[in-house]
């Protein structure tokens, strides 16, 4: 991974920039969609997405997740390339982190035609199957199976990068000096 995503040319938006999160800044959340779409999908691709960010209150309470991601041109028919993710401001660093990696496999999912949204509202084509999600249970949606398998492992990966380019960042910061004493006064 190139340091600060040098080449992503994703539209990332935060809106209602007064509720953003304490706990994480805007740029690394922007770092870590640029990091999770590289891993998840093709540059053609990511660089053609539009993704805004709201933060929520409340939505863990009234709606009973951490996180959840729209599809805002799904009357498109194929090419989805707009999104909203929308997270509760309440959850901790890393549960920002896995959501965002949780949500972004639902927009490679929308982008690369896997998962398409119907006339219906139940009615999702998953593949071009036809899928009723009132009759299938949350955790059998082929979607959701594939947003919660991969969510840690996207998390772990970025954890991992930000790692090491923190401790790049630090030699780079650190050439060795000269050893001068000096007096503070
Ligand atoms: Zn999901």
Redesign the pocket.
């Known amino acids: 991974m190139l340091p600060d995503n040098i080449g992503i040319h994703m539209n990332i938006r935060f809106t209602h920039r007064h509720l953003v999160n304490n706990k994480i800044t805007s740029h690394k959340m922007r770092n870590a969609i640029k990091f999770f779409a590289n891993l998840l999908m093709d540059k053609s691709v990511y660089d053609e997405l539009h993704i805004d960010i709201e933060f929520v209150t409340g939505m863990l309470k009234s709606r009973g997740h951490e996180g959840e991601s729209y599809c805002e041109d799904w009357e498109n028919d194929s090419k989805y390339r707009w999104f909203t993710i929308n997270i509760d401001p309440s959850i901790s660093r890393k549960n920002i982190l896995l959501t965002l990696a ?1 949500e972004m496999v ?1 927009v490679k999912q929308y982008a690369v035609g896997e998962l398409q949204e119907t006339a219906s509202s139940n009615i999702t084509k998953w593949n071009g199957k036809k899928i009723d999600d009132d009759v299938i249970d949350y955790w059998d949606l082929p ?2 199976i594939d ?1 919660h398998g991969r969510e840690k492992g996207l998390y772990s990966r970025y954890v991992k990068n930000e790692k090491t380019e923190g401790k790049a960042k630090s030699n780079r910061k650190s050439p060795k000096q000269p050893s001068v004493q000096t007096a503070r006064c």
Do not use: I, L, N
């Open positions: 949780h639902h979607w959701e947003a």
